[in-house]
């Protein structure tokens, strides 16, 4: 019996809590919580800081762009064994 009541307690608060949000996206203007995310706010692009996500596509696109395609195995691939004995004799 104590259980019900305890458990009928956590569902009334939970309902109230959903409720209150539900008033607040209702009642505030456009619908929307304001945008916390690093990578969107006007103020943090300001100060010139970016998000992990947007540093991260950054310095991807910089590694992509300095890496080099070379026919050549170099002298760390010699040593596998699983390179062409006569590249890695150059």
Request: glycine fraction near 8%; charge should be positive; aromatic fraction near 10%.
């Amino acid at each position: 019996m104590v259980f019900l009541k305890i458990f009928g307690i956590t569902i009334f608060f939970i309902l109230v809590a959903f409720a209150g949000l539900a008033t607040k996206i209702l009642l505030k203007k456009n619908g929307r919580f304001p945008n916390t995310h690093v990578g969107r706010s006007k103020e943090m692009k300001k100060r010139g800081i970016v998000g992990f996500q947007a540093y991260d596509r950054k310095v991807q696109r910089e590694a992509w762009h300095q890496k080099t395609v070379d026919s050549d195995a170099d002298s760390s691939c010699c040593g596998c064994g699983l390179s062409d004995a006569d590249i890695c004799a150059k």
